[in-house]
């Protein structure tokens, strides 16, 4: 097998098993978390949260 179809090959295999991952991790039931929010997310947006806070975001 050449080095561009190995790496082709490679390349898909990595897509496929980070789209499967993602799509396991999204499918999880949600649980209620203590501030309200629920599965992932809501601790994806604690997280976008904390980063607007560090950067001092704001929407003007």
Not at 11 to 21: F, H, K, M, S
Request: aromatic share 4%.
């Amino acid at each position: 097998m050449s080095t561009k179809k190995m790496s082709r090959v490679l390349a898909v295999a990595a897509t496929a098993l980070a789209t499967g991952a993602g799509a396991a991790y999204a499918a999880q039931p949600a649980h209620e978390a203590h501030d309200g929010s629920s599965g992932w997310h809501g601790h994806f947006m604690k997280q976008l949260t904390q980063l607007h806070d560090q950067l001092k975001l704001n929407a003007d």
